[in-house]
């Protein structure tokens, strides 16, 4: 029997930046649980901007804040951000997720088998 896959989802850019339907980087998350596979998510950078209460989305864009939230019914559940003193998070986000240290990201990608970053 395989051992089980791990991915790890990193997310960079900010929202609503592509001028898709969709989001990618959400969609791609979402399928991984979908079909059953360990995924952690990690927001850092301007992908921070997904996690602070998101503006309405731009005509013909996906809601953020609703896929977001339905992350859990996906198998989701570990998602992290890491917080830097220039940029921090309100007090209310649209994801529970927790903060990690800039030296957990690299156990976060050690851990993974496979890491794509948005």
Same mark, same amino acid.
Request: aromatic content about 8%; some cysteine; charged content about 15%.
């Given at each position: 029997?395989?051992?089980?896959? +791990?991915? @790890?989802?990193?997310?960079?850019?900010?929202?609503?930046?592509?001028?898709?339907?969709?989001?990618?980087?959400?969609? $791609?998350?979402?399928?991984?649980?979908? %079909?059953? =596979?360990?995924?952690? @998510?990690? %927001?850092? *950078?301007?992908?921070?901007?997904? &996690?602070?209460?998101? !503006?309405? $989305?731009? #005509?013909? =864009?996906?809601?953020?804040?609703?896929?977001? #939230? !339905?992350?859990?019914?996906?198998?989701?559940?570990?998602?992290?951000?890491? *917080?830097? $003193?220039? =940029?921090? &998070?309100?007090? *209310?986000?649209?994801? *529970?997720? =927790?903060?990690?240290?800039?030296?957990? /990201?690299?156990?976060?990608?050690?851990?993974?088998? +496979?890491? /794509?970053? %948005?």
């Amino acid at each position: 029997m395989a051992s089980p896959t +791990h991915w @790890l989802f990193i997310i960079t850019s900010p929202p609503y930046e592509h001028g898709l339907a969709s989001d990618p980087a959400i969609d $791609a998350v979402m399928a991984a649980g979908a %079909f059953g =596979q360990s995924v952690s @998510l990690l %927001f850092l *950078e301007d992908g921070l901007s997904y &996690l602070t209460p998101l !503006s309405e $989305a731009p #005509k013909g =864009q996906t809601d953020l804040s609703k896929l977001l #939230k !339905s992350l859990p019914l996906y198998d989701v559940n570990d998602v992290y951000y890491v *917080e830097s $003193a220039a =940029q921090s &998070l309100p007090l *209310e986000t649209v994801l *529970e997720c =927790q903060p990690i240290s800039v030296r957990a /990201v690299g156990d976060l990608v050690t851990a993974a088998t +496979h890491v /794509v970053t %948005f």
